[in-house]
């Protein structure tokens, strides 16, 4: 790492470096014993949680089982979940549920005496099973577990910290064979415009996806896998990076780039139809043909990696710039009481979704790979651990089944805090932490050329979009690799001679893991889940885990 100002330096128990789901659950549970720190890029509750509009899938109702729930996440996966995950993450979904209704979240009420929650249903379900609140369940997840972070003294909220690195043994000051672990971490504070050293015996990275690689997208704009790009450069093995899931239903507006239609629009009846023909505007229609039975037979309830690629391919095959989401084959007030989020914004827009249809497009939506770790949350470096989106734990496989991801972040965060917990004894005491190097501002300056940020920024995020997005090809590939290369060594070459910014800490983590999508997408000679390559549409009878180890270099 260039050598960067030091501000001040700050100890804590625990650092959370993430303030969505995943690093609060994590958070929330350790801090019965622990001073804990929880960093968050902008406002803390600013991630991508509170984006999250569906549910989160839980096994609750009598005529459903954990069995169906695992069955369905494996098909979605294309086999290359690992069974143990899921069934682990299943079988924890029910308790994780009753946590948040314990801290407030006010989840739909079922509607009849036997049911406790309203369950919708998503595409690759089986069963109803998607517990919710209205179509906004993440904002409301968010604010109950920000308002408890809030109200609890062990915890420390820092808004406004831009992760830098991971401070691990390379920081540290005169141990030539210092043992292999993580100290804490540096971040850019927005308010000082410094750098400060942040640590802790136990770091949690919490930091969600990279969809933000992508031109187009539904995530926030701080979806720049810092935490996977940070984690590769401490060392840690990252896989399974090629599985990048396109959400089908993004709404296509000249001025509104990230809202996305949730997947329960077409659990609950909305169909998928092209644009009117001459021949339907001429009869007064306001949309064409459905489309989903040429593709597969489950229509608009199959997963999301086929949905995307059937909208993709309508889309090329006629020149479209979007397809459209028909749901005014259902009752006005179905569509207004199930979602009201979508239908109040859709109406600001000028968008009457109970009578007209909503034109969508697929846009990049969650990273399906990510840092390596186990059941308990663990990463390949000691003192370490990961929950949540930045990491590959075997749940998602190929791709994510709706509604799983929450889920994820609530069963492994709590993981995580109990493993830092039964493991405390083994942590550093303060008085044996290694002194770990300041940064030095003398040998960098301040940036008089900004628009190479931007521009390279631009740049990235466009060849991945035309060359690593829903349909694959050895020659794009290859293009893309050889423009991330220089985008690398162009980016490296700034980063070391100036200031840092948080522009530029998020473009040199996108270059970081745009490298690692390319890679991992030109090892996989097959088309599994979400991976489609037009050179090898076929998928392999075994199903292998893409892995990537920063020990072994670059292909």
Same mark, same amino acid.
């Given at each position: 790492m260039a050598k960067r100002p030091a501000a001040e330096e700050r100890v804590f128990d625990v650092i959370v470096i993430g303030s969505g789901a995943a690093g609060l659950t994590a958070a929330l549970n350790l801090a019965g014993r622990f001073k804990v720190a929880v960093l968050a890029k902008g406002d803390v509750s600013a991630g991508s949680t509170a984006w999250a509009q569906g549910g989160i899938a839980a096994v609750l109702d009598a005529g459903d089982t954990i069995d169906s729930h695992v069955e369905d996440t494996m098909v979605a996966g294309a086999g290359l979940n690992h069974r143990a995950t899921v069934e682990f993450v299943a079988r924890g979904a029910s308790a994780a549920i009753d946590r948040l209704a314990d801290l407030g979240v006010p989840f739909n009420a079922g509607e009849t005496v036997s049911e406790r929650w309203h369950l919708t249903r998503e595409g690759g379900h089986s069963h109803r099973r998607i517990v919710h609140v209205d179509d906004a369940t993440g904002w409301a997840v968010q604010q109950a577990l920000t308002a408890a972070a809030v109200a609890n003294p062990n915890i420390s909220l820092l808004p406004g910290q831009v992760a830098i690195d991971l401070i691990t043994h390379r920081h540290t000051m005169g141990e030539r064979f210092a043992p292999r672990r993580c100290h804490g971490v540096y971040a850019y504070d927005t308010h000082s415009r410094h750098v400060a050293r942040l640590l802790a015996p136990a770091v949690v990275l919490a930091t969600g996806g990279a969809s933000r690689v992508y031109t187009y997208s539904t995530n926030p704009d701080g979806s720049t896998g810092d935490g996977i790009a940070m984690a590769w450069r401490a060392g840690c093995r990252v896989s399974n990076m090629e599985f990048n899931q396109f959400h089908p239903t993004c709404l296509f507006h000249p001025s509104v780039k990230n809202f996305l239609i949730t997947e329960a629009a077409r659990g609950e009846g909305g169909h998928l139809r092209l644009p009117p023909s001459a021949a339907d505007q001429a009869r007064g229609a306001l949309a064409g043909e459905?489309?989903?039975?040429?593709?597969?037979?489950?229509?608009?309830?199959?997963?999301?990696?086929v949905v995307a690629r059937a909208i993709d391919a309508e889309m090329k095959r006629l020149g479209l710039s979007h397809v459209l989401l028909d749901m005014s084959q259902l009752a006005p007030d179905f569509v207004r009481g199930h979602f009201p989020t979508i239908h109040a914004r859709l109406l600001e827009l000028g968008i009457d979704c109970t009578v007209q249809p909503i034109p969508v497009v697929p846009a990049a939506h969650y990273s399906c790979g990510g840092v390596m770790v186990d059941l308990a949350g663990r990463t390949d470096l000691d003192g370490l651990w990961a929950a949540g989106e930045v990491t590959q734990s075997g749940l998602h496989g190929a791709n994510r089944l709706a509604s799983n991801s929450i889920l994820e972040c609530l069963v492994f965060g709590q993981a995580v805090a109990d493993d830092i917990m039964a493991h405390w004894h083994d942590r550093d005491r303060p008085e044996t932490r290694p002194e770990i190097r300041a940064g030095d501002e003398s040998r960098v300056t301040d940036s008089d050329e900004e628009v190479v940020v931007t521009?390279?920024? +631009?740049?990235?995020?466009?060849?991945?979009?035309?060359? %690593?997005?829903?349909?694959?090809? +050895?020659?794009?590939?290859?293009?893309?690799?050889?423009? %991330?290369k220089l985008l690398r060594k162009e980016v490296a070459e700034y980063y070391g001679n100036f200031r840092v910014t948080p522009d530029l800490i998020e473009l040199r983590n996108l270059v970081t893991v745009a490298e690692l999508i390319v890679r991992s997408a030109r090892r996989r000679r097959e088309s599994r889940g979400l991976h489609y390559t037009t050179d090898y549409p076929r998928t392999l009878a075994e199903a292998v885990d893409t892995v990537l180890d920063p020990a072994l270099g670059r292909d």
């Open positions: 459905r489309f989903m039975h040429r593709y597969d037979e489950r229509l608009e309830l199959a997963p999301r990696d521009h390279n920024w +631009d740049e990235l995020r466009r060849f991945m979009w035309d060359y %690593v997005g829903i349909v694959r090809t +050895d020659k794009r590939l290859e293009r893309a690799a050889h423009r %991330v």
